[in-house]
């Protein structure tokens, strides 16, 4: 069987080397569907549109604790996904 080296990312629709794509176990061929770049451009919008969220979240990973901030807090209690928030 003939190992793929290459892949189409989702978003782009370029065809790129599998060492483009972040490693994910449940993706197809073992990386995640868009390249490292887009991932990249696109964590950059959510971070300018949710800064505010963004940085509080970066807060509390960084002082090792979990306490959920009241935005997820009322997310989640209306049954929202976190995924509502890109």
Not at 26 to 54: I, L, P, T
Request: with cysteine; net charge positive.
């Amino acid at each position: 069987m003939t190992e793929k080296k290459s892949k189409v990312c989702s978003k782009c629709k370029q065809e790129k080397s599998l060492c483009d794509f972040h490693k994910d176990a449940k993706g197809k061929f073992g990386v995640r569907s868009q390249c490292k770049k887009c991932k990249k451009e696109r964590n950059a919008k959510y971070y300018q549109k949710n800064s505010e969220k963004a940085k509080e979240l970066k807060t509390i990973k960084k002082g090792n604790k979990w306490q959920a901030p009241d935005w997820m807090v009322t997310l989640l209690s209306a049954g929202s996904s976190t995924e509502d928030l890109s």
